[in-house]
């Protein structure tokens, strides 16, 4: 064994190495695991290959006393007792089986990447960690055994040496199906709140069904909505089919209604029905007016998520409510003033409120000329008032005078123009 | 004394020309998917194999068709089902189960069969050309920047619907196939019992036959549109039948071209040493513009193979070795994929550049390539399909699992009989 204090190397050289045991050879080996609660976790256990998945057999890190370039040496009296059958587990991952060759999530990044190979810590006593995960083309030649003639050419001829491209593990979440639960634990997962919704999107784009579903299920229902909402149709559907419908439930009641409306309207109805009916008796009504209204309607794109002003308010008593409701709403720019019937009377911006004096009746600062659209106005009729009026928002007015949700300019964009924001 | 009329009970043959369209319209939604995806299976390597089995064996070979789609089927399912349940294309499967160093191996072959198979094209679109005079040291070059430039900057999905359009020529066998009368009790009766030859020529041609039918490009490129498609399970019955009616159609056109050369070509020992040859084929169809028939067929077919084959090349490269891909993504973030790309178009068309390279025997010869590949990527696809942690419950089973492994076996005792022969 080398007597250095601590180097580095990499899984692939750790690969296909003889095991041995004083005299014995046990075999090959084929994987390690690792407990994944760790930012950077040490390998717990060695795997020796056997004929077929069944065979293969885990031994703890703590029988091994060293190696070199072709052996791993276990301790002279390692008993077999000691190992035990390397099946699917739900506290450990597998390296060689679940991380090499696969896709990973970067959470620094916010993409996927495949794993070329695995930058290891090797200390004294026998420890070794995860550091990185190599990305880069110099992992792939390294597997193939042609990163020393590489180095020697680029060398030669060009002066220069391919760099290596690295991830740092903490930032490394795997997303391999099964016993979700122990992906929960890497440190990579409470990073995974911090993606951007896009680009978790985006991601979601890039896997297959399964790896979808399985990383959706490592994140808290607030953000699989976030990211679920801005995913196009074709993977919305994916994954809330191959959910169990309370789950579904859970992320649905995270999205702004209109997304959700939206996004049940394209699931095929069955499966929609039995996901509403985990909703509470609310939201369920909610989502169903909603789901009435065509698409391509003011009623189809408003949201309902605004804030209404009763017209007796006060200023203060105004940027009370609006204190309180701003959590839950996604029109916050104007405030709309509404009688006790909830027609609208009035609107008002949060600049004017915010500069207004606290004690003034709400009825003095508001704008009682309110532009606003029909449930049933198309597109058309849409666009042409936000090109005359040049707003933010407009509210959508139903049969009944009543003021029943509001329109973004943006969403109006998106709906036109998808090809755009892409 | 007459027996009285017994009523037949459906009463189709009364219904209405306005009750019978919805119905013919739903048929042709059902089976459209299938037709599209069989005619892009059909490049000049086919047309070329083909016509040269009917001029050059007349009827002998004809058996063979029946096996092969058969195969075909089971083969294209397999590709489908992959992709459906797995939601991954085939390097990459290959890469997640076998590891890197195996799938850099496959993809070398898979880059060197599909590069014969790009040469082979642009051979189809300089003989294509030449049938009407033009020199392929024009048409060529053309041809690859065409290609180049739609779809790397062109809108290729309204171009693809002009190609496929222009499929309706396969049709032109077809109809030459009724109007020259065939004698189907002659074709039967040298087809059954096979009469099997070990000769050198009659192994290649069955080879032949068997690479440009279920080509390996096609797998790849199958599971990988099914991956696009997003199709997942639910969708499974609907590409099954894709798939059935695509390999159906695949199989008639072949019999109809061989049987068309058979008819025409091969009384008259015509052996095809030109296209001008093979388009000779279709003079009980066309006549004198027989020519131009098949000029405009043939280079159809090939510009459309030509547009597809780089680019699932390069494709299936790039997902395999874990880089950027992808015609959406910039040249700077998506480099090797480019240059992966320009390689392969512009390296097969430059061989065809070659002064006096024959252009039959290339378009012939990478299809024989194609089955010698085949075992081995049937053998990976079976090895996927049958891992219970992939596929859950739609690995494979029983009888289906028996035939599938006993093809792959009898083809590569075919393959390697065939470089046995050729050692000798």
């Known amino acids: ?422 | 004394m007459e027996a009285p009329s017994v009523p037949t009970g459906t009463g189709t043959s009364q219904e209405t020309p306005s009750a019978l369209w919805p119905r013919i319209l739903m048929f042709l939604a059902v089976i459209g998917p299938g037709i599209i995806t069989s005619n892009i299976d059909n490049d000049a390597g086919g047309i070329a194999t083909y016509s040269l089995c009917g001029a050059n064996f007349g009827y002998s070979l004809v058996w063979t068709l029946i096996p092969i789609t058969f195969f075909l089927l089971l083969i294209q399912e397999m590709s489908v089902r992959l992709g459906a349940v797995t939601g991954k294309g085939l390097s990459d499967l290959i890469r997640e189960k076998f590891g890197v160093r195996i799938t850099f191996y496959v993809l070398i072959i898979i880059i060197l069969t599909n590069i014969g198979n790009i040469i082979a094209e642009f051979a189809g679109i300089a003989a294509a050309l030449e049938v009407v005079g033009i020199s392929r040291f024009v048409s060529v070059p053309l041809g690859a920047l065409f290609i180049w430039v739609l779809v790397l900057k062109g809108n290729y999905k309204s171009v693809e619907k002009v190609f496929l359009f222009a499929c309706l020529f396969y049709f032109s066998y077809i109809i030459t196939g009724f109007m020259v009368k065939p004698d189907f009790h002659q074709i039967v009766k040298a087809s059954f019992p096979p009469e099997i030859r070990f000769d050198r020529a009659y192994i290649a041609m069955g080879l032949g036959l068997l690479g440009t039918t279920i080509a390996p490009w096609m797998q790849f490129y199958l599971q990988s549109s099914v991956v696009e498609k997003r199709l997942s399970v639910r969708d499974l019955t609907a590409a099954r039948v894709d798939v059935f009616v695509g390999s159906i159609v695949v199989g008639i056109v072949a019999f109809f071209i061989v049987m068309v050369c058979a008819e025409v070509l091969y009384p008259n020992n015509i052996s095809i040493e030109t296209a001008k040859d093979a388009a000779l084929a279709l003079k009980p169809l066309a006549g004198e513009y027989c020519t131009y028939l098949f000029a405009f067929g043939l280079l159809n077919a090939s510009l459309f193979a030509a547009s597809i084959l780089p680019l699932s090349t390069a494709y299936l490269v790039c997902e395999g070795l874990g880089w950027e891909s992808g015609i959406d993504n910039t040249f700077m973030e998506a480099p090797l994929f480019y240059i992966l790309y320009t390689l392969l178009v512009f390296g097969g068309a430059l061989v065809i550049l070659i002064p006096n390279i024959p252009l039959i025997p290339i378009m012939y010869v990478s299809q024989i390539i194609n089955a010698v590949v085949l075992p081995i990527i049937i053998f990976f696809m079976l090895t996927l399909i049958n891992d219970k942690r992939l596929m859950g419950e739609h690995v494979n089973r029983g009888v289906l699992n028996l035939v599938s492994y006993l093809a792959a076996i009898l083809f590569s005792l075919l393959v390697l009989s065939f470089a046995v022969i050729n050692l000798i």
Not at chain 1, 175 to 195: F, G, M, Q, S, Y
Not at chain 1, 397 to 419: C, N
């Open chain 1, 1 to 422: 064994m080398e007597n250095k204090s601590s180097f580095f190397s990499y899984l692939s050289n750790l690969m296909n190495l003889k095991v041995v045991a004083g005299e014995r050879t046990l075999g090959r080996t084929f994987d390690f695991a690792i407990r994944p609660d760790e930012p950077f976790p040490k390998l717990s256990h060695l795997i020796i290959g056997g004929r077929g998945r069944k065979k293969r057999v885990s031994v703890p890190f703590t029988e091994i006393t060293g190696w070199d370039k072709e052996s791993i040496y276990l301790k002279e009296d390692f008993q077999d007792r000691l190992s035990e059958a390397a099946g699917p587990s739900a506290d450990r991952i597998y390296l060689r089986d679940e991380v090499l060759d696969r896709q990973v999530v970067d959470t620094f990044g916010a993409k996927l990447e495949r794993v070329n190979d695995l930058h290891l810590l090797i200390q004294h006593p026998p420890e070794i960690r995860i550091v990185h995960v190599d990305i880069g083309i110099r992992g792939l030649l390294r597997r193939l055994g042609a990163i020393q003639f590489v180095d020697w050419f680029t060398r030669w001829i060009f002066d220069y040496q391919i760099p290596p491209r690295f991830i740092s593990w903490k930032y490394v979440q795997p997303l391999t199906p099964e016993n979700v639960d122990r992906l929960k634990l890497t440190a990579a997962h409470a990073d995974l709140k911090e993606i951007h919704s896009a680009e978790m999107a985006d991601i979601f784009e890039e896997l297959s069904e399964h790896e979808a579903l399985t990383f959706i299920k490592t994140l808290d229902s607030e953000t699989a909505a976030e990211a679920l909402a801005e995913a196009e149709p074709k993977t919305q559907r994916a994954i809330l089919m191959g959910m169990e419908d309370q789950m579904a439930a859970d992320i649905i009641e995270d999205m702004p209604p209109d997304e959700a409306a939206d996004v049940l309207a394209d699931i095929p109805e069955m499966k929609a029905q039995s996901i509403m009916n985990e909703l509470e008796r609310e939201e369920k009504e909610e989502l169903s007016e909603l789901m009435n209204f065509d698409e391509e309607t003011a009623g189809g794109l408003m949201t309902t998520e605004f804030i209404k002003i009763p017209a007796g308010s006060s200023v203060e008593g105004a940027l009370a409510l609006l204190r309180g409701e701003i959590a839950e709403s996604e029109i916050i720019h104007y405030l709309y003033v509404v009688n006790s019937d909830d027609e609208p009377v009035g609107v008002v911006s949060i600049k004017e409120l915010i500069m207004a004096e606290p004690g003034d009746p709400i009825t003095d600062i508001m704008h009682a000329n309110v532009i606003r659209l029909k449930t049933e106005d198309d597109r058309k009729d849409m666009l042409n008032r936000f090109q005359k009026y040049k707003l933010h928002c407009l509210p959508v007015i139903d049969d009944e005078g009543k003021i029943s949700g509001v329109v973004a300019f943006r969403d109006l964009m998106e709906l036109m123009f998808p090809k755009l924001l892409q």
